[in-house]
DNA sequence: TTTCAATAGATAAAAAAGTATCGATATGTC
DNA sequence: GACATATCGATACTTTTTTATCTATTGAAA
């Protein structure tokens, strides 16, 4: 679907987290120098309907496929950095360099994905002053003013759970439109701020109860893939 | 709805992610002595519809809830408890022991979530043979005999992404059934092995979108909050 | 040049997930 | 003891997401 067609402008949910996808193997196929991709060949590749694939691809490519060929990579590749603001980057703070945190915060592959986490913050004194890969840790009372002067919008959250919601509080009140929950508990936030929670229970849930299902009838025979 | 009622067998997945939320949030709730809790209370702590809520909840409780006062903790959270396999302890390996795979295998909370993950496999020899928290690490060569050995049938992938399909494959032929997979590439797999991936591009995907369409229009006024 | 298989795009159907509504029923209040 | 009300359970409905089907078009091979 190019875009004369009226393109539905609410982007589903469910296509925003398969891009990534999309976007992460068509760089390989790219730099492998393939240069034109099907719906079908994705979809085989990522155990998806090719339809359904056509259907999110529509959504971001600014030019309509090629029959027999398929979309050029090249052009996708834009859109769809475009499209999820690859280039642009977002900046982003984290609160919490625990384990978690330190990951994240040093995880150089956050640039490509268009989220550069600017700083860390810590309330224990040892780490503050540090830097993790030129991240410096800051303490927690200067988190307000830096969101401010630096206009940050996302918030990251690795503090021990039962600190989430005071932290969570904090960067709202700092003025963060958006938080990335990496605490196994809900947030309360008012209104107009974003939460999305990361949350392995959850997904560890999903993942045994259908090994558990499993045992008894030997069921399907498609590989069952989740994300 | 009791068991009685003919329940809809196959749990719905996202009646299934939310399970573990709940229950977090009852158990605190019991920890403070509370002892009945109403769907209601339930959603709109977690920021759910309420009607949400029961209907995930009549999936699993073996007793009606009580009008007027909802559900009583204790059996809910046993009810909760046994059908998410909390009790019964699955046993899982794990490898690639880098910052990512440290973190899981010596976060003790899986534990309380039904897995074990007995032991992390690493190809690098100066982490062979350590502990950490009383996990061992072992050469990957001892990994076969091992799952074997102990009928082990979740295997946890940690490494780097270019590594991860080799992993699968070997974990694969090493009987694993299900394959909780952390890096950020699609896995193949035969037809019955379970793969469950775990992807942060995705989720910052939904997250930096939404805020980016945040900024022209104000839009709705309710919270946004994912899962 | 003609034929043909692969592919996109569009539309329709189905499945999954979530929401609204209503009557029934305990529980506490008057 | 009657009544008001919070809550459940069930049904019906809506929305979202995925899948199926059909047509047109293109590029490559015969």
Same mark, same amino acid.
């Not at 915060?105 to 640039?111: C, E, S």
């Not at 994905?113 to 991240?135: A, W």
């Given at each position: 679907?190019?875009?004369?067609?009226?393109?539905?402008?609410?982007?589903?949910?469910?296509?925003?987290?398969?891009?990534? @996808?999309? #976007?992460?193997?068509?760089?390989?196929?790219?730099?492998? /120098? %393939?240069? $034109?991709?099907?719906?079908? !060949? *994705?979809?085989?590749?990522?155990?998806?309907?090719?339809?359904?694939?056509?259907?999110?691809?529509?959504?971001?490519?600014?030019?309509?496929?090629?029959?027999?060929?398929?979309?050029?990579?090249?052009?996708?590749?834009?859109?769809?950095?475009?499209? @999820?603001? #690859?280039?642009?980057?977002?900046?982003?703070?984290?609160? /919490? %360099?625990? $384990?978690?945190?330190?990951? !994240? *915060?040093?995880?150089?592959?956050?640039?490509?994905?268009?989220?550069?986490?600017?700083?860390?913050?810590?309330?224990?004194?040892?780490?503050?002053?540090?830097?993790?890969?030129?991240?410096?840790?800051?303490?927690?009372?200067?988190?307000?003013?830096?969101?401010?002067?630096?206009?940050?919008?996302?918030?990251?959250?690795?503090?021990?759970?039962?600190?989430?919601?005071?932290?969570?509080?904090?960067?709202?009140?700092?003025?963060?439109?958006?938080?990335?929950?990496?605490?196994?508990?809900?947030?309360?936030?008012?209104?107009?701020?974003?939460?999305?929670?990361?949350?392995?229970?959850?997904?560890?849930?999903?993942?045994?109860?259908?090994?558990?299902?499993?045992?008894?009838?030997?069921?399907?025979?498609?590989?069952?893939?989740?994300?």
């Amino acid at each position: 679907m190019s875009k004369q067609n009226t393109p539905s402008l609410v982007v589903m949910k469910s296509t925003l987290s398969r891009l990534p @996808l999309y #976007y992460s193997y068509i760089s390989r196929l790219q730099a492998d /120098g %393939v240069e $034109s991709v099907s719906s079908a !060949l *994705l979809a085989g590749h990522l155990n998806l309907n090719p339809v359904l694939v056509r259907k999110d691809l529509a959504q971001v490519s600014s030019v309509a496929g090629h029959p027999r060929t398929g979309f050029e990579v090249k052009q996708l590749l834009e859109d769809m950095s475009e499209y @999820l603001g #690859y280039n642009k980057m977002d900046e982003a703070i984290l609160v /919490g %360099v625990g $384990s978690m945190g330190r990951i !994240l *915060l040093t995880n150089t592959k956050f640039a490509k994905f268009g989220l550069n986490i600017v700083v860390g913050f810590d309330k224990d004194p040892y780490l503050c002053g540090l830097q993790l890969d030129g991240k410096h840790i800051l303490p927690m009372e200067k988190m307000p003013s830096l969101v401010q002067r630096m206009g940050i919008r996302i918030g990251i959250i690795t503090v021990p759970d039962d600190q989430a919601q005071s932290v969570c509080d904090q960067m709202v009140k700092a003025g963060i439109q958006a938080i990335w929950n990496f605490a196994f508990v809900p947030l309360k936030v008012p209104e107009d701020v974003l939460v999305k929670n990361e949350n392995l229970p959850s997904s560890l849930a999903v993942l045994a109860h259908k090994l558990a299902m499993r045992s008894p009838l030997p069921k399907e025979l498609n590989p069952i893939i989740e994300n």
